[in-house]
């Protein structure tokens, strides 16, 4: 059965910890950032034990006298039914008790502990699996701020104020606003920022161009992901993972504006405005863009546009599909003796019937040739790098498909062909060099 997740107050209060070893220096180590006076009591006490602060060493064997006035105890000797005996003791006193590696025997678990100053996130599986407990552990840690222990201390040195200044029937959706805007925008406030929460008046907003990596959830950067996860709207394209949509707040406005080749959603310069347009609404907004927001993703014009109107703006990179589709196929970009360098080019430009661009001068440079957006115009790509000097028997691999992407491989002279009969489609990276004949998931060990 699960545990209830109680939250008690141990400042002052008294602990013993029976056990000097490096279980016990562990619980200690749990305990001592909450303000108990601890006593530890074994006949060794290990050094580092010895040098924390403030606890009360007895260098002797336990004595049931050691009990007294104890508001809980944890039993951490090496020997089981030591523990066990006093646990038992505990138990008859109505004094709490933790049995370490002893579920049976406890009347209260140590959880899988995140801590942010006055923020405690406990974790417990009620024993089941303490490797679950710290999995969950892990990702708490990963989504709660570093310094939100900080950004607590700073809300609270705020309420007074707020009482002061504040009507009652405002105040709940003040102290929410202050929290979300130093959640999304950092703190301390500047003092006009501070007073336009107070006030009531919008705010300024943020956009955020998020590069969301490719093809898998997990490849979006940390910080990234923390920021979607605090985002007021978030304006999405067509290349990137759905799950990643769900780390948004519910109350996040979700705006799709994908665009593919044939089917475009909305024009370029609509998205512009419309990232203005909500920053102006005094949202944060991310911007999140498959693969890379400054590689091939426009992510240049919608700085470009939000500086012009006054908006702050910040980069966020991902990882380009120009490294990261080839690598999942064993394909290395570069790779020594073989590769110096790579070139990553679209395979067609804003105006889609200019072609290919600047190929005979791309067949000419040294190292691996990275096409991105150009499977339909695969063929042409392979006719005319093998026109400006490429031997038809250079390698090439195809990696194409959204949902599970496969590697068709091949040579300048017959990859076309492949690609057609393996019924590849897009989106896809064409890969052109020494390094696509690679296979790197193949090598023995």
């Not at 007895?58 to 030591?82: C, H, N, Q, Y």
């Not at 161009?209 to 940390?222: E, M």
């Not at 110096?340 to 005979?360: I, N």
Request: with cysteine.
């Amino acid at each position: 059965m699960a545990y209830f997740p109680f939250f008690m107050d141990l400042k002052g209060r008294e602990g013993l910890v029976v056990g000097g070893g490096a279980v016990a220096a562990r619980k200690i180590g749990k305990l001592l950032p909450y303000g108990p006076r601890l006593t530890v009591a074994a006949p060794e006490i290990l050094p580092e034990i010895e040098e924390l602060p403030g606890l009360t060493l007895l260098s002797r064997v336990f004595d049931p006298a050691m009990l007294e006035g104890k508001f809980f105890v944890i039993a951490a000797t090496d020997d089981r039914e030591a523990n066990r005996e006093i646990a038992a003791l505990c138990r008859e006193r109505g004094t709490l008790v933790n049995a370490v590696d002893d579920k049976e025997q406890c009347t209260f678990l140590f959880p899988a502990l995140v801590k942010r100053g006055d923020l405690t996130v406990g974790v417990s599986t009620a024993g089941a699996s303490p490797s679950a407990a710290a999995w969950v552990k892990r990702r708490v840690d990963e989504a709660v701020p570093e310094d939100f222990g900080e950004l607590l201390d700073y809300l609270a040195s705020l309420r007074s104020m707020v009482r002061a200044r504040v009507p009652e029937a405002r105040r709940a959706a003040v102290f929410s606003r202050l929290f979300s805007v130093c959640l999304e925008g950092g703190f301390p406030l500047e003092e006009a920022a501070l007073e336009a929460v107070l006030e009531g008046a919008p705010r300024a907003g943020k956009v955020y161009l998020v590069g969301a990596g490719c093809a898998s959830a997990d490849l979006i950067t940390v910080r990234g992901l923390r920021l979607l996860e605090r985002c007021g709207a978030v304006v999405y394209d067509d290349l990137l993972s759905p799950e990643l949509l769900d780390a948004a707040p519910e109350s996040a406005e979700r705006i799709y504006v994908g665009k593919r080749r044939g089917r475009h959603s909305m024009a370029q310069e609509d998205i512009n405005a419309l990232l203005v347009s909500k920053a102006r609404e005094g949202k944060t907004v991310v911007r999140l863009k498959g693969g890379d927001p400054f590689v091939f993703g426009r992510g240049g014009e919608e700085a470009l546009a939000l500086q012009a109107a006054g908006i702050e703006w910040e980069y966020v990179p991902g990882v380009t599909s120009a490294v990261a589709v080839p690598g999942a196929a064993g394909i290395p970009v570069t790779h020594r003796g073989v590769s110096r360098g790579f070139h990553v080019v679209t395979a067609h430009t804003a105006d889609s019937t200019e072609g290919p661009p600047d190929l005979e001068e791309l067949a000419r440079l040294r190292g691996t040739l990275v096409f991105l957006m150009g499977l339909s115009q695969l063929e042409e790509i392979a006719r005319r790098l093998i026109g400006a000097g490429l031997p038809r028997s250079t390698p090439v691999a195809v990696i194409g498909g959204k949902n599970a992407p496969r590697a068709v491989r091949g040579t300048l002279g017959d990859i076309a062909e492949r690609v057609r009969e393996a019924g590849l489609e897009a989106p896809a990276v064409i890969v052109a060099g020494g390094t696509a004949g690679m296979d790197l998931r193949d090598q023995p060990p």
